[in-house]
């Protein structure tokens, strides 16, 4: 067939997912429902012939083909090498096992048979729809539509295109949550980074254009978007840089092994394993990527429960959130200083991947509130409401600072400077006890008072100095 512009783009490979666990019988429950809407009750062997061999040419990740204007890709990357050893890879029975596919698996534009692809042993189906903001794979929604209807799992990615300024991620972010959307449903990954071109960026560049991509996910659908990578890209370009690792990683790596052993990054477990680009199963013409999932169908199902928002998923499975917060009085929304929050009614739940799920509740939660949240000088919180090591105190850490609680001085923030002094002094536990103020300006400098005496910042010196009590 001819190949267009926009169909070369998408005739490169690509990955990506996450872990899910079921910790109640709340989503035990769901589970159950869930799998028995889909038939997946029992993993059944995956129909395939499998090539995990390294390959030199023209494209890695997700979707399979052999693309066009690409450089060779580098030793490490899961294509890289030469040969094709045909080898039976002996994967746990119980993992499930899944395709990834884009335009280049309709040739012809022929659809894919997604009922023989589910009978040959796939349980989910991964299927691209964007690259950069102008490409919509034309095949996604139909895919979509009919690997669902024959019982698979679907997620979805997009090719990133990294370039300056670093706001373009934020557009194909939202090039791809447009097309895809909120993927708020039973049945549906979270939305997925394809990660495997740089675009001319360095390290940091590339490192804060992947971050601001997947944070307006996050802010978009509440959901952990999952970050497909291979190890050479992770190493050589993003310099193994380590912030990345809460989120779930879908790994590539053809290494003709059971597992892919030890990861990159930081991460301590991968979500989806992308093991060859040269399977072959029933449904589908030709050479396809297959995935295994760690590592269970429950496992899977969970993660595809998208009727949960990362904040709800805590909701329901953390015994204590519901009997701390009570109800809720606003649904979720995005955070202002990015993220997303839920208001309740004995306090707040606050959530992005840096941070994870984190519960503020009562004075703490409105002293919050009340210096701007997100947007203002505590930025995001780091914990949940904790106890301090005063009898009776109880502390929240920040980006910005911490807030600091007890029945007799309230709630109060302390940050910076005289925070790093406070926290050596012995916080809490020190002679100067509780703060029994927010920080604020004096002549010369900003202090904080506390019930025996106060710490004041110099503002010509910038050191500290404790001022006794009178």
């Known amino acids: 067939m001819r190949v267009t512009r926009s169909m070369a783009a998408d005739l490169r490979r690509r990955p990506r997912w996450r872990r899910g666990t079921a910790t109640t019988a709340f989503l ?37 083909g052999s693309g066009t204007g690409s450089a060779t890709l580098p030793a490490g990357s899961p294509d890289a090498g030469s040969g094709h050893t045909r080898v039976t890879l002996a994967l746990p029975t119980g993992w499930p096992r899944g395709v990834d596919v884009s335009s280049w698996q309709h040739p012809g534009r022929k659809p894919i048979d997604w009922a023989a692809v ?25 895919d979509r539509d009919a690997a669902r209807k024959a019982g698979l799992v679907v997620g979805a990615y997009a090719y990133a295109r990294p370039s300056l300024p670093i706001s373009t991620a934020v557009d194909q972010a939202r090039k791809l949550v447009a097309t895809v959307g909120q993927t708020r449903d039973s049945g549906l990954l979270a939305p997925m980074l394809d990660l495997e071109e740089r675009g001319g960026l360095n390290a940091g560049q590339l490192a804060q254009w992947a971050a601001a991509f997947l944070e307006e996910v996050v802010n978009e659908t509440g959901r952990a978007p999952i970050l497909y990578t291979y190890r050479s890209f992770w190493t ?68 595809a429960q998208g009727k949960f928002s ?24 995005r955070a202002g200083g990015g993220g997303r929050y839920q208001l309740f009614r004995n306090g707040l739940m606050y959530y992005s991947a840096p941070t994870g799920v984190r519960i503020l509740r009562g004075a703490i939660a409105k002293k919050y509130l009340a210096l701007g949240g997100t947007t203002g000088l505590l930025r995001r919180p780091l914990s949940d409401e904790e106890d301090a090591s005063a009898p009776g105190s109880r502390q929240t ?13 309230g709630a109060h ?24 103020s927010d920080e604020h300006s004096v002549p010369g400098g900003r202090a904080s008072d506390f019930t025996r005496g106060s710490l004041v910042w110099n503002a010509r010196t910038h050191t500290v100095s404790v001022v006794a009590a009178p």
Request: aromatic letters at 12%; glycine letters at 14%.
């Open 118 to 142: 589910r009978s040959g042993g796939a349980q989910f189906a991964i299927i691209k729809a964007t690259e950069g903001t102008r490409y919509v794979n034309p095949f996604y929604a139909p």
């Open 310 to 333: 990362e904040i709800s998923r805590r909701y329901f499975t953390d015994p204590t959130a519901a009997r701390i917060l009570g109800a809720s009085t606003k649904a979720e929304s």
């Open 397 to 409: 850490e920040f980006q910005g600072g911490r807030v600091y609680w007890s029945q007799a001085t």
């Open 236 to 303: 050589d370009y993003m310099k193994n840089v380590r912030s990345f690792a809460n989120y779930p990683l879908w790994f590539a790596l053809y290494n003709d092994q059971s597992s892919p052993g030890a990861l990159p990054g930081g991460w301590a477990k991968w979500t989806m394993w992308q093991y060859t680009s040269r399977g072959t199963i029933a449904g589908i013409p030709g050479k396809v990527d297959m995935n295994a999932f760690c590592c269970t169908a429950s496992a899977l199902a969970d993660t």
């Open 28 to 64: 035990a429950a769901a589970t159950s429902l869930f799998l028995a809407g889909t038939g997946m009750s029992a993993p059944s062997s995956l129909a395939l012939a499998g090539h995990a061999v390294r390959r030199g040419g023209s494209g890695t990740g997700p979707g399979g």
């Open 413 to 436: 923030e302390v940050n910076g400077a005289i925070l790093t002094r406070y926290i050596a002094l012995g916080g809490t536990a020190s002679s100067l006890g509780l703060p029994v």
